[in-house]
């Protein structure tokens, strides 16, 4: 912004007070004023008389502005005159910022397609086709854990399709090697978002419900897990004590250790330990809430 402001606002401004001083002392007095700064300047200090009357003639020094455009240095502005800027990508070089944008809602839009599937063993209980399955020798486990696998794969291809995606627009890979850990992180996160789905599922009575808690607990988890926001811009209690508690937390930042930072497998088993922790400890509670409640009823 101060770039911007001094790039193009003070010329605009000293345009505008060059005017008003040739109104009011006239282009005479300008011209012998100038006359005499470039005399002094080829005497002191070896600058030829056009070369000095040349950028006397600019709104710097009360000349006119087409005056500048026509004999200041090619591809420069104000502010590039006087201070030589140059932009040095320190954390994350050679990345794109895109990263975040794609990461965030990729892994959001999972947790609502997954909880929407989970949540479709209450239409199936609806329309009896439990009655049907179970009259054949499916288990009710066998069921659920169908149900846990179809939606994690369906997750897997959802997260996967949305990074290459983001890759086509963005150019968000920058090495075939990001592509094993990216993989693994992103199957471990719709693990981990399937089983979050199943048990929003398994405390609800009908679809409604389902579809009332999930947007909910997903739309809390996201905000304070960094897919909304960027972490560094929430305080530093959510950072330190509540986005770990989410999923969202561990994916988002296991897709930033692998694009941003280049992590191999070996840099990603912390994230994805956490997101099998939240697996296992979620499913048997999934399937507990589904045999004794009226699921199969």
Known sequence: LQKVIFSDGLPLLLDKQSEEARASLGPDVIDRLHSDIADSLMRNFNVSREDALKWMDTPLFGGSKGGEAADAPEGGDFLSKLVSIEREQVHGKGKNYAVQNVGGWAVMFLLF???????????EKREDLFVRLLSGPATRGQILWSKFLSV????????????????????????????????????????????????MASFCKTEAQANGLSTLVILTMCSVGGAMFPLFMLPAFVQDVLAPLTPVFWTMDGCFAVLWRDAPVSGILRHVGALMVFTVALMPLAMWRFRSGDLFR
Request: net charge neutral; charged share 0%.
């Open 113 to 123: 397609a997954v909880s929407g599937s989970a949540s479709s063993l209450l239409v």
């Open 152 to 199: 994690t794969f369906l997750g897997f291809v959802q997260l996967a399709a949305l990074f290459a995606f983001g890759h086509a627009f963005f150019h968000i890979f920058t090495s075939a090697a990001q592509l094993l850990p990216l993989a693994i992180v992103i199957l471990a996160g719709a693990m981990a978002c399937s089983s979050i789905g199943l048990v």
